[in-house]
Structure formats: structure tokens, C-alpha cells
């Protein structure tokens, strides 16, 4: 299904920016690809567009020390991506801030996700506005799609040092169970052989 066109606005801010009404039942995940104007980096969950907020600068750096922590290890059939939408039905297309997919699920140089299935480890840096979600909504749906490691990553102190929760899917129960919560190294030997320093953001 494709977006219809915007007929009337939820409301109207002062800046004038007409907000999408949604249809009777739910937007789609195509519908993150052909309706016009959204905010970067939209998420759906369970057919409700999810506008975030301007990054911070310390996510941002986290990000780029996981992406460049799992690539330097990452086995050649499998690729790391950052802020790509990861399709998990028709209504749920959320933004892991970095996933692990098989090389296989790349077909084009202009595709705009993944498919779950093909998603070995999906993170979520935290931060105020997304706390809820990536505590209990997205390890939900992420679970419930099969994908096998999940990591949370909060800010601890007042000088906000990553600390890494590192969850695996039970085969058996469907959920996750945490593995490991890591300060300093997150030193661990699945999906693949990983050793990033958790300090490192001070050199970025």
C-alpha cells in the first residue's frame, strides 16, 4: 500500500508544516518510502510513525565506535550498517542505530533496509526520548522476529560512559536473557569474535 495524498492536517505549528493523517487503518512500511517530507531517520512501530530527535553529539560517537569496532572483526559474509530501517512486517519498520546483516541481503546500492530475517544483531544506543522503546518495545519485536543478539547501550555518569547490555534469544523461549553488561571492553565471541574498547570515544 502507498501513502494517499495529505488531505488534512493533524494540526498546523506555527512553522506551517502540515502533519500527515494516517489512514483508518494504520500506515505501512512502504509508506516510510513514498510519503513526502518526513523528518530523517522515521521509524514505525506497530503502524505509528516514530519522529526522533536531532542526535546528541555523544550518540553520534557511540555509533561510530560500535560500527567501527564490529566492522574491524566482522567475518566477510556479513556487513554493518548504521541508522537503516530493518523491516519486520508491514506495520514495523524500526531504525536499529546499528545492525549485522548477511551480505546475501544486499541487492542494490540504493536499498533503504533489511529484512529481519536477515539481521544477526541489532543495537540500540539510548537516549531520554527513545529509553522506553529500546528497553521494552523494540527487544520485543526484535525477539519476536527471530533476530538472535540484541544490545542496549546507555549512558552511565555524569560524564556519560557507554555501558553495553548484551542480550542472546533463547531457542527455546522466544526472549531475550542477558548475557553480559560491559563498562569498559565488550570483549565477547558471538555472533562473531568482538573486541571494541568502550573508552575509545575519547579518541573521536
Known sequence: MTAEPISEPISEPASGHRWPVPPPEGWTV???HTLPGLPPHTEMIDGSLIF??????????????LVTGLRHTAPPELLVRRE???VIDRKNGPEPDVQVVRRSALKDIGQSSFPASE????VEV???????RDRTTKPHKYAAAGIAHYWLVEMAGQDE?????????????????????H???????????????????DEL
Not at 526522533?52 to 565506535?65: A, E, F, K, L, T
Not at 539481521?119 to 541489532?122: E, G, N
Open 183 to 201: 563498562h569498559d571492553r565488550l570483549k565477547i565471541t558471538v555472533p562473531f569474535d568482538i573486541d571494541i574498547d568502550l573508552n575509545a570515544i
Open 126 to 132: 539510548s537516549s531520554p526520548e527513545s529509553e522506553s
Open 161 to 181: 560512559r557507554p555501558v553495553v547490555q548484551v542480550y542472546e534469544r533463547g531457542a527455546v523461549t522466544g526472549t531475550y536473557a542477558l548475557t553480559g553488561i
Open 119 to 122: 539481521v544477526l544483531l541489532a
Open 52 to 65: 526522533v530527535r536531532p542526535q546528541r553529539n555523544i550518540h553520534s560517537i557511540v555509533i561510530d565506535m
Open 84 to 86: 537503516m530501517t530493518m
Open 30 to 32: 512502504d509508506d516510510l
